[in-house]
Nanobody
């Protein structure tokens, strides 16, 4: 059984900062890519940022320069530092991990339940 749990969401004023965390737990053998996605009301889920096991990162154009993704491989945790937040950043934020659990033979994607971020103007 694998579980991803996000934390760190909340209400913040425009221009403020938040740090999201996502910890993966369970019988995990290896994690490759991890990432953050978001879904605003009435919109499709979209990529925010990803990070490979080697630390290579990729960001959506809408957040470049304001957001930093990082990970702690020893803790199976991925972070999202968000600065200069805007009202349009308001969304539910989900983490995803591509991992292989003990006893499996292939990688699969696992999602967290999401954490809400609200940015007031």
């Amino acid at each position: 059984q694998v579980q991803l749990v996000e934390s760190g969401g909340g209400l913040v004023q425009a221009g403020g900062s938040l740090r999201l965390s996502c910890a993966a737990s369970g019988s995990i053998f290896s994690i490759s890519a991890m990432g953050w996605y978001r879904q605003a009301p009435g919109k499709q889920r979209e990529l925010v940022a990803t990070i490979s096991s080697a630390g290579n990162t990729d960001y959506a154009d809408s957040v470049k320069g304001r957001v930093t993704i990082s990970r702690d491989n020893a803790k199976n945790t991925v972070y999202l530092q968000m600065n200069s937040l805007k009202p349009e950043d308001t969304a539910d934020y989900f983490c995803k991990a591509r991992l292989i659990y003990t006893g499996s033979v292939y990688y699969a994607d696992y999602w967290g339940q999401g954490t809400q971020v609200t940015v007031s103007s």
